[in-house]
């Protein structure tokens, strides 16, 4: 489903420095098993020089989390503590030759492992800075700090790249809304105004705007998204079948193997990314199940 470099593939199918670390003193986890990527970054560090003189992980993820993980351990090797500290998630995926934007969130993870490992070498408490009720994503237990300043870091400007770099927003999408408000926080204070996806720009005239579809062009269009996509899942003795259009809301089943995947939301959110470049419009990839439970409870039902 995506594009990814010869870099990534490599360190896909021979990572290096994989399981358990003999002598290693410092341990790093981060993720969740349950939210479909984890990750346990393990360091031999000279304590006279603070060295790293090895690396090695172990991680339950996606082709593009081995490789991000593979990746790190050889970028850190040689490097003090605070010399890998600078490590960035960037620096990860341009290591990589680049990941595709939808896997940008495992060079995150990549970067948080190795903060925690390091902070648990120099018996430091490590806290992904999560503040009791700042919770935003609950798919993914992704809060409201982590949002913030993955969107510094990476200049990020909408919900799409938001959902990208760390997952949040990714599943059901009702988090879609406080993540606006986040991004308008921070793009404010780097002098940037944020413009919500489907937004008309006043100062420009409609003249040469984009006709919209009409009805029966759009659930054309995707239909021919759903077909292209399927080879793929079918290939994992999975598939997927449209239930209804609710206006801005694509509410699909994902069936076979891919049903309760643990990689079900990153393989939605792909084909929401399809679904936005296909209808030329912001739309949301929704678990009719998902969709149904929510409109339930927000009548009581």
């Known amino acids: 489903m995506w594009d990814y470099s010869e870099k990534v593939q490599e360190h896909f199918y021979n990572p ?3 399981g ?3 002598g290693a003193n410092a341990t790093g986890d981060v993720g969740s098993i349950s939210c479909g990527d984890a990750l346990r970054l393990m360091l031999k560090v000279e304590p006279e020089t603070e060295i790293i003189l090895d690396a090695h992980f172990q991680t339950f ?3 593009s989390a081995i490789a991000s993980s593979s990746a790190l351990t050889e970028m850190v090797k040689g490097k003090t503590l605070d010399e890998a500290l600078k490590i960035s998630n960037q620096d990860i995926a341009d290591f990589l030759d680049g990941l595709p934007p939808e896997k940008m969130h495992c060079s995150v993870m990549g970067r948080e492992a190795l903060q925690a490992a390091i902070a ?3 018996g430091e ?6 503040e009791e009720g700042a919770l935003v994503c609950k798919c993914f237990a992704v809060d409201s700090q982590m949002i913030e300043d993955t969107i510094r870091a990476n200049k990020l400007s909408t919900v799409e790249q ?3 770099y760390t997952k949040a927003g990714g599943g059901c999408s009702t988090c879609h809304e406080p993540i606006e408000e986040i991004l308008s926080k921070v793009m404010a204070e780097r002098g940037e105004t944020f413009v919500p996806a489907g937004a008309k720009k006043a100062e420009k005239p409609a003249v040469a705007a984009t006709p919209k579809l009409g009805t029966l062009a759009r659930i054309r269009k995707i239909e021919e998204v759903i077909a292209a996509v399927r080879p793929t899942l079918l290939a994992d003795r999975g598939d997927i079948e449209l239930v209804d259009v609710d206006g801005k809301n694509i509410l699909v089943n994902l069936v076979g193997a891919c049903s309760g995947c643990q990689m079900e939301a990153a393989t939605l959110a792909g084909i929401q990314t399809k679904m936005i470049e296909a209808l030329g419009e912001f739309v949301r ?3 009719a199940a998902k969709a149904q439970a929510h409109a339930c409870a927000s009548h009581g039902g």
């Open 162 to 164: 938001v959902t990208h």
């Open 285 to 287: 990839v929704v678990p």
């Open 120 to 122: 648990n070498y120099r």
């Open 125 to 130: 408490e490590w806290k992904d800075d999560h």
């Open 20 to 22: 358990p670390l003999e």
């Open 16 to 18: 290096r420095n994989t």
């Open 61 to 63: 993820g996606c082709g």
